[in-house]
Nanobody, 127 residues
Framework: QVQLVESGGGLVQPGGSLRLSCAAA????????IGWFRQAPGKEREAVSC????????YYADSVRGRFTISKDYAKNMVYLQMDSLNPEDTAVYYC????????????????????WGMGTQVTVSS
């Protein structure tokens, strides 16, 4: 059974950092593209950062490029999102998603391309 569990969210001041973790169970990261999405109140879910199944391709939204970094730990079957220089516009529920259809370097960037989702973790950036 595929399961994704996010952790690491919380309250942080503007300019601060957080590292989100996504624990993957029931599948191997070698065969899945992984995406981090977020959804703020009243807004649509948007892709923040995604990585291809073979790690050769990555995507970052313009709003986070240079501040966020996606990475995988195959030994632990974990995916991380390092978030630096956070600002109030980053406040949202962050979700981890996995998609098995996409092999190689392709980086799926839309929610419909991902089959499995975690429950999300809240990130609040406020002074």
């Amino acid at each position: 059974q595929v399961q994704l569990v996010e952790s690491g969210g919380g309250l942080v001041q503007p300019g601060g950092s957080l590292r989100l973790s996504c624990a993957a169970a029931g599948f191997s990261l070698d065969y899945y593209a992984i995406g981090w999405f977020r959804q703020a109140p009243g807004k649509e879910r948007e892709a923040v950062s995604c990585i291809s199944s073979n790690d050769a391709g990555t995507y970052y939204a313009d709003s986070v490029r240079g501040r966020f970094t996606i990475s995988k730990d195959y030994a632990k079957n974990m995916v991380y999102l390092q978030m630096d220089s956070l600002n109030p516009e980053d406040t949202a529920v962050y979700y981890c998603a996995a998609g098995s259809t996409w092999a190689g370097v392709y980086v799926p960037q839309t929610a419909s391309e991902y089959e499995y989702w975690g429950m999300g973790t809240q990130v609040t950036v406020s002074s």
